[in-house]
């Protein structure tokens, strides 16, 4: 079986976010970049899939030179091989699922893996473009997964707002991973070591003959405006308790 | 980009599921950390040292030095990673054959524990070559007699490595001969006469004093030549030092990575206390020392693994690099005040820590007469 996942390499979680005015994008120096947390759910997913059923597992992804580290990462956890679409352009999810779509349909797939959503941008869109760019069924934000391989049949679980939704389609596919998966594996050394001279494929994005025009463009980028300081009620409690009732029903409008 | 920056991250992923809490718990309850040591193991990094035809990974020290220096910046202890990775070093150098096809692929999968290292004696610490306990050979055995001081991981280990006299020092001509080292079996000393009595130190890292009452050791046990034993441990001595200094380093930046990140929170005087001279300036200093001995540690690293000698450097690493730390250490707990005294913020946990690195496993007045005596060509001055 060979199984497709797309990894995105976004900001770690905990970087502090800086913006020059007029910027349209953060200010990248000094970040560290990880990879996209939900694409490790489909990682380790695809590797156990794998370890079941054989096959390989290529890892895909998209962007400049930085991205390798993350690649490289994906490796030391266990997949085969990579490919690594090269552009240091801006580009929106469309013209990511093209060529993504485009790689993966060059390269051939029994199935498509990815996270449900990358956390930098969380547009939740990719995943689910590859699919129609492909024409392939698809099922997001998926908590449990059956794939059988025999018949071709996926059974996987998808979480909803307070429920959850059992669907069956056929192979080939595309899956988005939510968080409660699986858990992600650390990789070994031995596994760190051999990472560095796995194959790692590099495809210039203008190559690819996609067409590299996005349709969104960002127009402006702020941040979340301060929260103003704390008030600290003083006074005898029930003095404080009225100011805070009347605070909450003139000021905050809560009550 | 730093060359190791794939098996920084690694060994990082790993520690993550570690956080302070577990360590602080293991340390509340001197605790021997299994379940960290168990990751550890079976992700491969404790055989790292361990060459591949024995089940291990095959690196260098560089390498290792940079995982215990993760360990350590995590907000972890080493030690024991430390014992499991370097302790096997003696028996790959001079082990028989049969010596290390028996062993070696046990240590590397974590199935046998070769943690504790017998050297140290109540009349017998820096000078070693004094050591009075005795292996003597009765024509079946060797019985060994004697007493060991701050021997750690003892209970935790299923072997211990041990440097005794073999041939009494008016018997030979330099006393650094008629020392031998030998692998010894813990569960089957302590039926046989050893008997173990902890020691309650300031880390926990559960030393012990030993008493040997006639332990008997078989031949096969007795790595690489009798009388040969203390140059087998002194060639280790440059890799342990590369060793030591990672884990300094590693708590060093620590110390820096949360001292700075409370200066920058902490407010005081209606600004961050990280804004103020008297704060910054030490961080900064500690920072620069820290960074200075991290050279060192690489080019002593970079010398040992491509077989060039490497005494000085991985002396100087030690020295400077446990110095760093140790300075680190104070303005991390001067930044965080009264906090810094509070066991939640894990500073005085790795304070108590980091101290010991000036002492153990080689004291640093031991370190400055080896840089007297042999890079300075003074006399020698013990």
């Known amino acids: 079986m060979k199984i497709l996942v797309l990894v995105k390499q976004v900001p770690d979680t905990a970087t502090k976010i800086r913006l020059n005015p007029g910027d349209t994008a953060i200010q990248t120096d000094g970040i560290k970049w990880v990879i996209n947390p939900y694409d490790e759910f489909a990682i380790e997913e695809c590797l156990r899939l794998k370890e079941k059923a054989g096959g390989e597992v290529v890892v895909l992804s998209l962007g400049p030179s930085r991205v390798e580290e993350a690649i490289r990462q994906a490796l030391a956890m266990g997949a085969d091989r990579a490919i690594h679409v090269m552009t240091d352009a801006v580009i929106d999810s469309q013209v990511a699922a093209r060529a993504l779509a485009k790689v993966a349909q060059e390269e051939g797939y029994d199935l498509i893996v990815t996270g449900k959503q990358a956390v930098d941008d969380d547009q939740a869109q990719v995943g689910a473009l590859v699919a129609v760019e492909l024409g392939l069924p698809q099922v997001t934000v998926v ?32 899956i988005t991973a939510q968080r409660g998966l699986n858990e992600p594996r650390y990789p070994t050394l031995p596994n760190i070591m051999k990472a560095k001279k796995k194959e790692v494929k590099s495809v210039p994005l203008d190559s690819l003959g996609v067409d590299t025009t996005p349709w969104v463009r960002v127009e402006e980028l702020t941040l979340p405006p301060e929260r103003p300081a704390a008030k600290i009620l003083t006074g005898e409690p029930e003095e404080a308790a009225k100011e805070l009732a009347r605070l909450l029903h003139e000021e905050a409008k809560v009550i | 980009m730093d060359a190791f920056a794939a098996l920084r991250e690694g060994v990082r992923q790993l520690c993550q599921r570690f ?122 055995h060797y019985r060994v007699t ?13 072997y211990l490595l041990l440097l005794a006299r073999t041939t009494p020092i008016d018997q030979v001509t330099r006393r650094s001969d008629g020392l031998s080292v030998f692998m010894v079996d813990l569960r089957e000393a302590l039926q046989d006469g050893l008997f173990v009595q902890p020691i309650e130190t300031m880390m926990n890292h559960e030393t012990n004093a030993l008493f040997f009452d006639g332990v008997s050791v078989p031949r096969e046990n007795l790595i690489g030549e009798e009388g040969q034993g203390f140059s087998y441990i002194l060639d280790g001595m440059n890799a342990e030092r590369i060793l030591i200094a990672g884990e300094c380093l ?34 900064a200093r500690a920072y620069a020392h820290l960074r200075a001995a991290d050279l060192m540690r690489t080019q002593a690293a970079e010398r040992f693994d491509q077989g060039e000698p490497s005494g000085e450097e991985a002396n100087l690493a030690k020295l400077l690099a446990s110095e760093a730390s140790w300075e680190a250490a104070n303005a991390a707990i001067q930044t965080h005040g009264g906090y810094g005294f509070a066991v939640d913020y894990d500073i005085e946990r790795k304070f108590r820590e980091t101290r010991l690195f000036q002492v153990a496993p080689v004291s640093t007045n031991l370190i400055l007469a080896y840089i007297g005596e042999h890079v300075l060509d003074l006399p020698r001055s013990y």
Not at chain 2, 146 to 158: A, E, T
């Open chain 2, 146 to 158: 004697g007493q060991k001081i701050f021997i750690s991981r003892v209970q935790h280990s299923d």
């Open chain 1, 143 to 174: 908590i449990e997964l059956n794939v059988d391989v025999e018949s071709r049949r996926i059974r996987a679980e998808r979480e909803l707002e307070g429920a959850s939704e059992i669907v069956e389609l056929p192979m080939p596919a595309v």
């Open chain 2, 250 to 283: 590693g708590d060093g930046y620590f110390f820096i990575d949360r001292a700075t990140a409370y200066a920058r929170e902490r407010v005081v005087f209606n600004r961050p206390i990280g804004q103020n001279q008297g704060i910054q300036f030490p961080l």
């Open chain 2, 19 to 140: 956080p302070a809490s577990y360590w602080r718990d293991c340390d509340r309850d001197r605790a021997y950390p299994e379940a960290f040591l168990s990751a550890m193991t079976e992700a491969g990094y404790l055989a790292a040292l361990i060459p591949e035809r024995y089940g291990g990974v095959g690196l260098g020290v560089m390498e290792a030095s940079v995982i215990l220096e993760e360990v350590n910046r995590s907000g972890g202890n080493a030690a024991q990673c430390h014992a499991q990775m370097y302790t096997m070093g003696t028996l790959l150098r001079h082990g028989s054959e049969e010596q290390k096809q028996r062993w070696l692929p046990d240590i590397a999968a974590g199935r046998l524990r070769l943690q504790a290292f017998g050297v140290t004696e109540p009349g017998a610490g820096s000078d070693t070559t004094h050591l009075e306990t005795t292996a003597v050979w009765d024509g079946d």
